[in-house]
């Protein structure tokens, strides 16, 4: 068997399943998987060193001034989410001007993230457990609600966001969303596509299931959102402008997001209203499967192109 490449590097931990990490033995002569992250770039270099393919998750970033110090890459895998290449922890622009082939993966931590919200959401209708403080929880509108007849605007409608607009329609919530365009599948659904504006002011609860790096809310949006809000956010990196956001949170409303880098800066976790659990919903021992899948099967579309 012809190896694809002379040495493959995972320059941090790629959090794919054992079976894979052995798999990976037959795409290079070479292959050194790091079990610790880089300090820095200039330990991502030396990492990477001679090698003509590396691995890496989202942990680290990979731009111009490390890639050009790298001469022998001709292909970058990303064990992570890949939307565009500029919400990318990867500069493609660069790679691909090199002639470098930069694969990433999508869709394998979904549906952590919808049992995320179904859950917390349920949480705070009824009232169950606790507040971010360790008081009792109350139920949001005093008397116990179910989801059914909840208004919710899903703020971006890709392939997550759609997954939990069908999961608390299942429980008969009333759907509407905002997107870069209408889609037919959500208008046979009956869902119902607003304008931003619109959509923040006529729901109950909004959650936003954006690409990384994108920003929609800023202050206009919060004045048409309102108060006595349910805000929850899915993505990688805050769907809001952080000063906005501050001074709305400050009212009767609540946020959810399940990690910091979602919420945005640590020091909004002083707010009792905000619900930050800390860990990524979306890393489940069954994502770990379908990145592992994923991951191998890019390395695998690619061999055949050689």
């Not at 990303?78 to 930069?102: F, Q, W």
């Not at 919200?117 to 179910?146: M, N, Q, Y």
């Amino acid at each position: 068997m012809i190896m694809m490449f002379k040495k493959l590097v995972g320059i941090e931990p790629l959090e794919l399943i054992p079976s894979a990490n052995k798999e990976l033995e037959s795409f290079a002569e070479i292959v050194i998987l790091h079990e610790n992250q880089p300090a820095d770039s200039a330990e991502i270099v030396a990492r990477i060193g001679d090698a003509d393919a590396v691995l890496l998750s989202f942990r680290s970033t990979l731009g111009k001034e490390i890639l050009e110090q790298c001469p022998n890459l001709k292909y970058i895998g990303m064990c992570c989410s890949l939307y565009t290449p500029e919400s990318a922890n990867v500069d493609i622009n660069y790679a691909n001007s090199r002639g470098i082939t930069v694969k990433g993966v999508l869709d394998y931590g979904d549906e952590g993230v919808v049992e995320y919200v179904v859950s917390e959401l349920v949480r705070c209708l009824h009232g169950f457990g606790t507040t971010s403080d360790g008081k009792p929880r109350k139920a949001w509108s005093i008397v116990p609600r179910e989801i059914t007849g909840l208004k919710v605007g899903i703020v971006g409608l890709g392939k997550s966001g759609g997954m939990v607009a069908d999961a608390l329609r299942f429980f008969g919530a009333e759907i509407s969303y905002f997107a870069r365009s209408e889609k037919e599948d959500a208008k046979t659904k009956g869902y119902s596509f607003l304008p931003l504006q619109q959509l923040l002011a006529e729901n109950e609860v909004i959650i936003c299931c954006l690409n990384k790096n994108t920003v929609l809310l800023h202050e206009a949006e919060f004045k048409a959102l309102g108060n006595s809000k349910i805000l929850f956010n899915t993505g990688l990196s805050p769907a809001w402008d952080l000063t906005a956001f501050e001074s709305w949170i400050q009212d009767d409303n609540l946020v959810y997001t399940d990690t910091l880098g979602a919420l945005g800066i640590e020091s909004l976790l002083k707010y009792t209203n905000v619900n930050c659990m800390q860990i990524s919903s979306g890393r489940t021992q069954q994502a770990f499967v379908r990145l592992s899948e994923k991951v191998l099967a890019n390395l695998t579309a690619f061999s055949k192109k050689q």
